[in-house]
């Protein structure tokens, strides 16, 4: 077990639905970031969060939206994805954005129908 | 040329036996270095991580970190079979528009036999 939180532990939806990813943690860490990482393949970055701030997007297409409503919380709204967006989308957070440890959840396997 | 490299494998040891797994690193600026086992269907776990040059221990795992070199490897000392899994080698930059951004290897599937 981990110290950030994911849930839904699994999601299945179609291609016109919205639904959103969340991501807890109370260490009082000010970095989160998300990744999404497909089978055998290392974890990609999408985003990252420093005190409640975006401050990188990996290029992340729009269907994706990141939310950061406080410090403890991450969420990752979804829409109108594609099947090749199915993967396994990771959690982490760490002390500050710099030279700290990332910690991950135990992620969402999202599956798009 | 990529920022962090990996040999896949798979490296198959027995049980008891000593497990090298190897990780270069292509920026000379990178500044933190870390392990993590990724067990199939799981999230990856953190299980060392080095900043300076030399040896660091946590149990059967050492992490060994030669900057001039570009180097980073894992050492487990007497596998066991819950060590089979996959363990990437990820590297950060500390500075920066790179700030906070991980880098990972490709990961090393170790798989350890009775």
């Known amino acids: 077990d981990t110290e950030v939180t994911q849930t839904p532990k699994h999601l299945v939806m179609g291609m016109t639905n919205k639904k959103s990813l969340k991501c807890e943690q109370h260490m009082g860490h000010r970095a989160m970031y998300w990744y999404k990482q497909k089978a055998k393949k290392p974890p990609e970055l999408m985003f990252v969060?420093?005190?409640?701030?975006?401050?990188i997007n990996e290029s992340v297409p729009s269907r994706f939206s990141p939310e950061c409503p406080n410090s403890s919380l991450l969420n990752l709204h979804l829409h109108a994805l594609q099947p090749e967006d199915s993967a396994l989308y990771l959690c982490?957070?760490?002390?500050?954005?710099?030279?700290?440890?990332?910690?991950f959840g135990d992620g969402t396997r999202l599956s798009i129908l | 040329q990529k920022e962090v490299e990996q040999n896949s494998g798979p490296l198959s040891v027995p049980e008891g036996a000593i497990a090298s797994l190897n990780c270069t690193y292509s920026?000379?600026?990178?500044?933190?270095f870390f392990w993590y086992r990724q067990y199939s269907g799981k999230s990856p776990e953190l299980i060392m991580s080095?900043?300076?040059?030399g040896d660091k221990e946590d149990g059967r795992f050492t992490a060994q970190l030669n900057k001039a070199s570009q180097y980073v490897s894992l050492l487990i000392r007497d596998s066991q079979p819950s060590d089979s899994a996959t363990y990437l080698c990820a590297v950060k930059k500390d500075r920066g528009s790179t700030l906070g951004r991980l880098y990972f290897g490709r990961g090393t599937q170790l798989t350890v036999w009775p």
């Open positions: 969060y420093s005190y409640e701030k975006l401050s």
């Open positions: 982490a957070s760490s002390e500050w954005d710099r030279g700290s440890d990332q910690h």
């Open positions: 920026d000379r600026g990178s500044q933190s």
């Open positions: 080095i900043y300076s040059n």
